[in-house]
T-cell receptor, first 112, second 113 residues
Framework: GEDVEQSLFLSVREGDSSVINCTYTDSSSTYLYWYKQEPGAGLQLLTYIFSNMDMKQDQRLTVLLNKKDKHLSLRIADTQTGDSAIYFC????????????FGTGTQLKVEL | EAGVAQSPRYKIIEKRQSVAFWCNPI?????LYWYQQILGQGPKLLIQFQNNGVVDDSQLPKDRFSAERLKGVDSTLKIQPAKLEDSAVYLC???????????FGPGTRLTVL
């Protein structure tokens, strides 16, 4: 079955890099996503990576995928206070239509 | 481009009452999803529509939850009767087609007392 795990909290200082980790179990995952959720808001798509890629960079965001270990990470360079939010990783498997399985979310707190 | 719209944003009801949520997807998006997000958890898919047909409703508690998308555009999700454990944020998402990236609305926060 599908299961996605994340650590619950991460605290960093403004200007430092943040690394949010995620592990998943479904080896048939095709796409893996990172979403951001600010208080009282819906989920905002940040970036995604196809399963045949190892890395994807998009401005301050770098996604690393280790398919062998089923490990996904999101690195945010030069973290700002506006990056404080909950970050969800999600996997989309080949079966089951377009169903996404989400992790429990990592709350990122950026301190001055 | 307008995003996914949902209403109401907040709803408070007593247990055993009924409630309905409305979603308007991004224009042209054929696929629509309803998710339930309990506090402290990630969203869980309740039901998925492709146009006006149901693709996946395996995790929808059908004894109390129902959803429809009659004309293949807007959708409503209903809970009747509500239980305390239904307190959650109900998120609607849409995608252009299957498979495609999902875009989420702001959600409806339901509190059942």
């Amino acid at each position: 079955g599908e299961d996605v795990e994340q650590s619950l909290f991460l605290s960093v200082r403004e200007g430092d890099s943040s690394v949010i980790n995620c592990t998943y179990t479904d080896s048939s995952s095709t796409y893996l996503y990172w979403y951001k959720q600010e208080p009282g808001a819906g989920l905002q798509l940040l970036t995604y990576i196809f399963s045949n890629m190892d890395m994807k960079q998009d401005q301050r965001l770098t996604v690393l995928l280790n398919k062998k270990d089923k490990h996904l990470s999101l690195r945010i360079a030069d973290t700002q206070t506006g990056d404080s939010a909950i970050y969800f990783c999600a996997e989309r498997a080949t079966g089951g239509g377009n169903k996404l399985t989400f992790g429990t979310g990592t709350q990122l707190k950026v301190e001055l | 481009e307008a995003g996914v719209a949902q209403s109401p944003r907040y709803k408070i009801i007593e247990k055993r009452q009924s409630v309905a949520f409305w979603c308007n997807p991004i224009s042209g998006h054929a696929t629509l999803y309803w998710y339930q997000q309990i506090l402290g958890q990630g969203p869980k898919l309740l039901i998925q529509f492709q146009n006006n047909g149901v693709v996946d409703d395996s995790q929808l508690p059908k004894d109390r939850f129902s959803a429809e998308r009659l004309k293949g555009v807007d959708s409503t999700l209903k809970i009747q009767p509500a239980k305390l454990e239904d307190s959650a944020v109900y998120l609607c998402a849409s995608s252009l087609t299957l498979p495609d990236t999902q875009y989420f609305g702001p959600g409806t926060r339901l509190t059942v007392l």
